[in-house]
C-alpha cells in the first residue's frame, strides 16, 4: 500500500509568486504561515560565534531542554521534567513522532475541518485515519467538548491546536478544559500543536498541560521566535512515552542541528525583540481587519492569535485555487486557497497571512481594495 497525499496548494502558489518575481514583478508574500523578519539579532550573534569556534555534530542540548521545561512552569504553572522534551527538526517531525508513539495504524484521529493541511495528510501518510470534524462560525471554528462527546464510534486520538491555523482561533480555558475532560472520558489520546503560542492578540493561549497532563505537546521556534529556516522544534510527552519518542526520534531524525540549537537557547533571551514582532502582527491584523470590509468581506473567522485571516468568499467564487490565482497574477498578492485546509468547503474561502511588514499590509491592501470591488462587479453583472 502506498499512501495516497494530497498536495499543499499554497506551495504552487508560491512557486508561481517566485516565478513572476524572477521576471520582475513586484510580489507580497501572503501566502505562507511564516515570519518576514529573521531571527532575533543576539541568536545570530551566537550562531556566527558557534560557526567560529565548534565542529558540531550529533548532541541535544541539556541547557536548552531545561529552558523549554521552564517556559512551562513560567507560563502555564506547569512543572516539565527536562527529560520529557525532546528537540526536534521542526514541529513537523515532532507531529510524527508523537502520533507514531501514540497510534497504531488505522487508528481513527480527530482534527478540526478546516485545519491545517499537514495533519491530514501526516496521518494518512502514516496509515492513519483522519476523522475531520466541520468546525463553522456557531463553533468559532475550533472542535468543542460536545461534538468530542458524541463522537461515534470514539475516536482514538486528537489534534488540537489552538490558536489555529488557518483561522487564528484560540480555544478559551473552560473549553480546553471541558474538552481534557471528555477525552479523559472516553480514552481519547491528545496530541496539542501549540506552534502559535506567544501569538496572541487578547486572551493568551493555554497549554493543554494545564488540563491534560498525559497529552503531547508539539511547538517550534518557527513562528513566535522567528526562526522558520532554523528547523528546530519540540515535543513533551508524559513520562510513559519518553523512550519510545526517544527511540523515534533517534532512528527517523538523530538530532537537530548544533548550530538551531545553540541560537534557540539564546532566542529565548531576546524578548523586546520578539515582542516588538507581536506588536507589528498587532497592527497589520487591524489594518486588515479595518479594510476587509471594503473588499467586501464581512464573513471571517475571528483571529485571536496566529498571523492568519481566513476569509468567506463565497459571494464571489467557488474555485479559491482559481481565484487566487487570478488573484496573484493580476494584483501581485499571494495568497492560500482554502482548499488546503478544508478539502469539503475550503472551495469557498482564501486564507490571508500577515506575518509581514506593516508596509507590505498597506501596499497589498491598496492592490487588493479596487481588484475585489471589480470582482463583485463582474460578478454581479454575470
Known amino acids: 500500500m502506498i499512501a495516497e497525499i494530497s498536495p499543499f496548494h499554497a506551495i504552487a502558489i508560491s512557486r508561481e509568486a517566485h516565478a513572476l518575481e524572477a521576471q520582475g514583478r513586484s510580489i507580497l508574500h501572503m501566502e505562507f504561515g511564516q515570519p518576514s523578519t529573521g ?32 517556559l512551562y ?99 478559551p480555558a473552560d473549553e480546553l478544559a471541558a474538552i481534557a475532560r471528555v477525552c479523559a472520558e472516553r480514552g481519547i489520546r491528545i496530541v496539542s500543536d501549540e506552534i502559535y503560542h506567544g501569538l496572541s492578540f487578547g486572551e493568551p493561549a493555554h497549554s493543554m498541560l494545564e488540563y491534560a497532563p498525559d497529552a503531547v505537546i508539539v511547538n517550534s521556534f518557527s513562528k513566535y521566535y522567528s526562526m522558520a529556516g532554523w528547523r528546530l522544534g519540540w515535543i513533551v510527552v508524559p513520562p510513559a512515552l519518553i523512550g519510545a519518542a526517544r527511540a523515534r526520534m533517534g532512528n527517523l531524525f538523530l538530532t537537530p542541528p548544533v548550530l538551531a540549537q545553540r541560537a534557540g537557547l539564546t532566542a529565548f533571551d531576546c524578548a523586546d525583540e520578539l515582542e516588538g514582532h507581536v506588536d507589528t502582527y498587532r497592527r497589520n491584523r487591524q489594518l486588515l481587519l479595518d479594510a476587509l470590509p471594503a473588499l467586501g468581506l464581512a464573513r471571517i473567522a475571528p483571529p485571536d492569535g496566529a498571523f492568519y485571516i481566513y476569509a468567506d468568499i463565497s459571494h464571489l467564487t467557488d474555485d479559491s485555487l482559481g481565484f487566487c490565482q487570478k ?49 463583485a462587479s463582474l460578478k454581479r453583472g454575470s
Not at 111 to 140: Q, S
Request: proline letters at 8%; a negative charge.
Open 327 to 375: 488573484l496573484l497574477r493580476e494584483t501581485g498578492v499571494a495568497t492560500a486557497p482554502g482548499l488546503d485546509f478544508d478539502p469539503v468547503d475550503g472551495h469557498r474561502f482564501i486564507r490571508f497571512s500577515f506575518a509581514v511588514s506593516t508596509d507590505r499590509v498597506v501596499d497589498a491592501i491598496a492592490r487588493m481594495t479596487p481588484w475585489f470591488q471589480q470582482q
Open 73 to 171: 512552569t513560567d507560563r502555564h504553572s506547569v512543572a516539565v521534567d527536562p527529560e520529557q522534551v525532546l528537540l526536534t527538526c521542526g514541529a513537523s517531525p515532532g507531529l510524527v513522532l508523537a502520533l507514531t508513539c501514540l497510534f497504531a495504524p488505522g487508528a481513527r484521529v480527530a482534527t478540526a475541518r478546516p485545519g491545517y493541511v499537514a495533519y491530514r495528510n501526516t496521518l494518512k501518510a502514516l496509515y492513519l485515519e483522519p476523522l475531520e470534524i466541520a468546525c463553522g462560525p456557531v463553533d468559532r471554528y475550533q472542535i468543542s467538548a460536545d461534538a468530542l462527546a458524541t463522537i461515534d464510534p470514539v475516536p482514538d486520538g486528537l489534534i488540537l491546536a489552538s490558536p489555529a491555523n488557518p483561522t487564528g482561533t484560540i480555544i
Open 39 to 70: 531571527a532575533p539579532a543576539e541568536a545570530i550573534a551566537q550562531a556566527h560565534h558557534v560557526l567560529d569556534t565548534e565542529p558540531m555534530g550529533y548532541w541535544e542540548s541539556i541547557g536548552l531542554k531545561q529552558r523549554i521545561a521552564r
